[in-house]
Structure formats: C-alpha cells, structure tokens
C-alpha cells in the first residue's frame, strides 16, 4: 500500500518556524517531482512548492517565497518543508504529494496522483 504521511504541523506564533515533513513508502518515488500544497477553510488548494525528481530544482509559490524551502532526502523517499517567517495567512492544512506520470515538476493540482492526509498549520498572530 503506497502511503505518504505527513508530520511536523502545529501551532505557532506569527514570525515563528516549523519543519514539515513527509515520508513515503509502498514505492518509490525517486524519479518523481514531489510538491506540498495547502488549503484554508473555504479556499482551494493551492500550490505552495515542488521540487525535482533530482532535488536540483525547486519552485515556489509567490506568497511563500523567500520563506519556504523545500527539499528532499534519504533516497528520495522523504521530503521536507521549511517554512520560516510564518504569518497568520499561512494557516491551512498541508499536503504532500507526489507526480508518479512525469519527471518535470508542475504547480497543477491535477498533475498529481499520490497524497498524503493533511497536516494542520495554525499560524497565530
């Protein structure tokens, strides 16, 4: 059974730091772009970072970037989120997912076939 689990979410202050991370098994996804989207009560899920099958690439969505680093490690088989200088905008609930069809990294939402079940960020001011 193929399962990525996020971790990591939590409550913190606006200003403040967390670390997401998501660890995958069942397959593997080394040669597979790897993203973390999010959603807020009432909104759509957006984009908010993607990163390479290699790790050399990486993409941001706007109202992150310059905040948020993502990564990937251990064979490929974990990726993470550093998520510095959060605002109270950043709250929703994040996930991790992983584009099995295709090598290049992509923002779309429908590009992607595996995910996790959600991890809470609360962000509060």
């Known amino acids: 059974q193929v399962q990525l689990v996020e971790s990591g979410g939590g409550l913190v202050q606006a200003g403040g730091s967390l670390r997401l991370s998501c660890a995958t098994s069942?397959?593997?996804?080394?040669?597979?772009?790897m993203a973390w989207f999010r959603q807020a009560p009432g909104k759509e899920r957006e984009f908010v970072a993607v990163?390479?099958?290699?790790?050399?690439?990486?993409y941001y969505a706007d109202s992150v970037k310059g905040r948020f680093t993502i990564t990937r490690g251990n064979a490929n088989n974990v990726v993470y989120l550093q998520m510095n200088s959060l605002k109270p905008e950043d709250t929703a609930v994040y996930y991790c997912?992983?584009?099995?069809?295709?090598?290049?990294?992509?923002?779309?939402?429908?590009?992607?076939?595996?995910w996790g079940q959600g991890t809470q960020v609360t962000v509060s001011s």
């Open positions: 069942g397959r593997t996804f080394s040669r597979s772009p």
């Open positions: 997912a992983a584009d099995s069809q295709s090598l290049y990294p992509s923002r779309d939402t429908s590009n992607y076939d595996y």
């Open positions: 990163i390479s099958w290699s790790g050399g690439r990486s």
